[in-house]
């Protein structure tokens, strides 16, 4: 916790925010044109002395409860709310929930990704978008095409339901697989405060899944950063590539590249599925 910094910024954000602002008549005493501290610890719900401390770097460390009503109560945007979650020394609240709109910013990087298999997907694991690598490697085994159902976009999904995308795993990596998405779900859940969606999305996989509902309740949990990834593929053979998700700021969606190490069979079984392209493997 970072007091004299949370100090600061709470005196300089009840500074610069006017009484209209949050529907309050400025009246003909005031001296700054400002809040005052009792009128932001009302909108609040906290005392005026806490807040007094606050300001003054005396205070405890405030729970996040705390922290998102003074969030609400001084107008804070997305930016600034995690800021002050960080100087109170709590991570911040997960951003927006990702829907089925990819970032502008994501897709264009998507597009410049030529050399290597790249995917766009949300915190639950929906795949958004992949570029023609990842379509030509995976096929309609991981396809952002139509689908008969809206979970058979989701990557977890898929794993626990859907034998050929376990097909395309070698057998000896599915329990580490299986941990791995299991773990990741459970993080993102967590971070949206097991909203509906996460929580309906876990009850399904629950419910269709044995060995989801039993791994789930190891209640294990981690995020699939970097990882060694062996995929078969039905033409080229096996590939041993490094996984590496990019986490955007609010980590609701997930940039995850596929390389392989320069020199070895699989570099070159990726460069052949580059320059043969997706057409010529789907013929064959």
Known sequence: MDRPGLADFIRRCRHRLRPQDVGMTAGP???TPGMRREEVALLAGMSADY?????QARSPQPSTQMLRALAHALRLD??????????AGHRPPAGRLAGSHVR?????????????????VSDLGDLLAQNALAETLFGDICATGPHDH???????WRWFHDDRMRSAVPVEDHDDASRFHVADLRAAVTRRGNDAVSAALVQRLRDGSA???????R??????????????????????????MLLTPSEDQRL???????GTPSAEHLALLRVVGQESFTGA
């Open 29 to 31: 005493r005031r001296r």
């Open 51 to 55: 807040l007094m401390r606050l300001e």
């Open 78 to 87: 997305e930016d600034e709310r995690d800021h002050l979650y960080l100087l």
């Open 104 to 120: 502008p910013g994501l897709l264009t990087l998507l597009d410049q990704l030529t050399a290597s298999p790249a995917q766009i």
């Open 150 to 156: 809206e979970q058979d976009h989701n990557i977890v």
């Open 211 to 217: 060995e989801f509902a039993e791994i789930w309740d």
């Open 219 to 244: 209640h294990e949990v981690a995020v699939r950063r970097t990882s060694r990834l062996r995929l078969q593929h039905a033409t080229v053979g096996l590939l041993e590539l490094d996984f590496e």
């Open 256 to 262: 995850i590249l596929l390389t392989a190490p320069p």
